[in-house]
């Protein structure tokens, strides 16, 4: 079937397929792995710390609800057990993540997201910040008609427009020189800001809650071309394994942690098989109406990427930090 020559309509407007950047980085990660969660479809049992990750987005988003005075380490903390109860009641099955008698491991997963709070507090000041946009969903029409969508958890903006996009991981920091793996999703973030809003990002910045830690980095409209082109090649690669059925698994140090090691090939699995698509099937990623939400999309991980002729600022350590977010639009 060609792709190419087709399109399906979204919000009126006729799109190729979609792509957010979690989905981007599991085919480059491993294109079973896209299969899996895109084309099979296979359920996943959620992990502490994808959980964990949660719910510390659902805290530091919920923060700047408060009045800037307000927004103290007590306060953030004291938003730790209502936004788990949150998660809890929309999803009950997360229950069974501490069955019963489990007290010990319950009571260290929480300090566990109390720490990453905490943390936070060392690297932002977050009574000198305004953010003007908080999991806000971004989507761009590129020319070939490919579809990039995604959300951003946090949109700074300063009194002249710069725009700094923030992104929190409570996962480990990448060691110096390997920032740009990680920062694939924000450069994902960057492009589609570019070609929605015409502006190039000031700053892109990761904040590591683990090692209380931030990553910041600069892209020019250069790298953001490169992005681009290395996103269209992802969804080309995509297209032609969805025409071939070739699905490829792809052996590496995510393996450790894959849902679906038992059924891969790469270590003695059989694959289900592929789901019968229609002759009008066209690759459009599972929730990609504009304006949809992505399923499962606050714990996605493992962003890859190359760098492209923009520079890492570098790693910090600053709990002043607050550069575009003084003085920017509120939300």
Known sequence: MDTTRIGTPVDGELVVGS??????????????????????????????????????????EDLFDLPAPQRTPEAALALV???????LEGEPELAALFPDGAEVPAQAWREQCRAAVRAYFELEDPRRLEPAERELYVEALLGSRLLLRGFVDRLDVASDGALRVVDYKT?????????????????????????????????????????????????????????????????????????TGDWQPQRGRACSWCSFRDICPAWGGTPPPLP????????????????GREPGQALAAHPAGAVGDGHVVGHHQDPAAGGLGRGGARG
């Open 171 to 243: 996962g480990r920091a990448p060691a110096p020189g390997f920032e740009a793996r990680a920062l694939f999703q924000l450069r994902f973030y960057a492009l589609v800001l570019w070609r929605s809003r015409g502006v190039v990002p000031r700053e892109l910045r990761l904040v590591y809650l683990a090692a209380a830690e931030t990553v910041s980095y600069a892209p020019d409209e250069a790298d953001l071309l490169f992005t681009e082109r290395l996103v269209q090649a992802v969804w080309e690669a995509v297209r032609e394994a969805r025409e």
């Open 81 to 87: 057990g209502p936004a788990w109860a949150a998660l």
């Open 276 to 291: 019968v698509a229609s002759a009008d099937d066209v690759p459009v990623e599972q929730g990609a109406e504009v304006g």
């Open 19 to 60: 792509l957010s950047p979690s989905r981007a980085a599991d085919f480059r990660t491993c294109p079973l792995l896209y299969r899996f969660r895109t084309v099979d479809r296979l359920p996943e049992a959620p992990s502490p710390e994808a959980v964990r990750g949660t719910v510390v987005h659902k805290v530091l």
